[in-house]
């Protein structure tokens, strides 16, 4: 019987590997580095690729397996491969898909791992990176080169929360034939989904809020299937494979991704509107406030504003130190996307190296601060941030 494609809270759920002959409900774990064959025919036919099946756990294993396929029914993606970290699938991608010679666009405000990928490692194998500002769009087309292989963007960007059109950058690929690569994990693919709007692949952190607890590392890529298939040969030879265990934890994790996610972007409105009535603070960017300069961007391609909130307090960086110090039930940690709301104030801490020039370039203001809203009851939430404004 073929089944129609259910909803997405649907197939987060019923997206399952094969029951075993105990008719376990939920999927087992199966820690196994590698798996049998029947015979040498067997074998033959399962390394000449005849035959789909699981060889070695490097290359594909049951867990695995059910984790990306949840993912590419959310995303609407055609095939994926599941890393070990968000790092590994960023990295895994460039590497797999770019030679000698090639260049990137890439917006400039990008997740701090990645942009010294482009900075520090790519140009190694002679792969540079121009970068737009992503407030002026307009601009991005000047960027590319007969040498442009990639167009790059994460949206909500880290730590701004800035938007960038996705659909804009669909018709930029298509009219100049480059791979767009989307990192989706502020958004996760519940409130957006990329390649609706033309991207090819579509990377995530799965440490952040598609765990959502913050226990394990993982990332995946999904995407378009002859793509993916560079990337699948890349990996199954260099081995940033996630993990049996951490696949089988995050796909428990995405059956409830959506009902953690809705609450997390209900708990994140109400904190953004109660700093932006506050006297403390100069302003705060959420996507789904009316004041984000890109609101309309942001309305068009999510379901809901996600769990990002900025905000600038008044004072510049003592004041943002002292509002971290005065903080006592929120973590400040380096995770987001976790129950437990996280504080953070970049140019004191994460973006301190960086001279305040090019701290402004990304939009990172002397009292920026970033709050990853949890799943804490609201107004304690709201009261931690309060009595530390006050400060
Ligand atoms: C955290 C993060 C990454 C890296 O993911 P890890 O799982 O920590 O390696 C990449 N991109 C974005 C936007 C992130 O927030």
């Known amino acids: 019987m073929t089944m129609n494609k259910k909803q997405f809270e649907t197939e987060a759920i019923r997206t399952q ?4 002959e105990f008719l376990e409900h939920t999927s087992p774990l199966y820690l196994t580095s590698s798996f049998v064959f029947e015979d040498a025919e067997d074998m033959r036919a399962s390394f000449s690729e005849e035959k789909e099946r699981n060889i070695y756990s490097r290359f594909s294993n049951p867990n695995t397996s059910e984790f990306v396929d949840k993912i590419c029914k959310m995303e609407g993606a055609e095939s994926g491969y599941a890393f070990a970290t968000g790092m590994a699938a960023v990295f895994s991608t460039f590497a797999a898909l770019l030679n000698s010679g090639d260049h990137i666009v890439s917006a400039r405000s990008v997740f701090g791992s990645t942009h010294s990928l482009f900075t520090k490692y790519l140009p190694k194998w002679n792969i540079e990176t121009s970068y ?8 991005i087309e000047g960027f590319i080169t007969p040498k442009t292989k990639i167009l790059f963007a994460e949206s909500p960007t880290n730590p701004a929360v800035d938007i960038i059109d996705l659909e804009l950058l669909g018709s930029i690929a298509k009219k100049h034939n480059l791979i767009l690569v989307i990192d989706n994990c502020f958004a996760t693919p519940y ?6 709007y033309g991207a090819h692949l579509v990377i995530h952190s799965a440490t952040k809020l598609i765990d959502g607890q913050g226990r394990v590392l993982g990332g995946v890529t999904v995407g378009n299937e002859d793509l993916i298939r560079e ?3 890349f990996a199954r030879n260099t081995g940033p494979a996630l993990s049996p265990f951490n696949a089988w934890t995050l796909s428990k994790s995405l059956e ?4 953690r996610v809705d609450k997390h972007c209900e708990n994140a409105l109400k904190v953004a509107e109660f700093l932006e009535a506050h006297p403390q603070v100069n302003w705060v960017k959420y996507p789904f406030l009316k004041s984000h300069p890109q609101y309309k961007v942001a309305k068009k391609q999510m379901k809901l504003g996600g769990n990002i909130v900025a905000f600038e307090i008044k004072g510049g960086i003592e004041a943002g130190r002292n509002f971290l110090n005065a903080i006592k039930m929120c973590s400040l940690s380096a995770n987001l996307g976790d129950t437990r709301t996280i504080v ?3 140019a ?3 973006h301190s190296g960086l001279a305040e020039a090019d701290r402004l370039v990304v939009n990172i203001t002397d009292g920026l601060v970033r709050v990853s809203v949890g799943l804490e009851h609201v107004d304690d939430v709201i009261g931690d941030l309060k009595q530390a404004l006050h400060t």
């Open 17 to 20: 590997i094969n029951r075993t």
């Open 231 to 233: 990337i699948y040969l």
């Open 344 to 346: 953070t104030h970049p």
């Open 191 to 196: 409130l957006q989904q990329p390649i609706k």
């Open 132 to 139: 737009f500002n992503i407030n002026e769009p307009e601009t």
């Open 348 to 350: 004191s801490t994460t």
């Open 256 to 259: 409830t991704l959506s009902v």
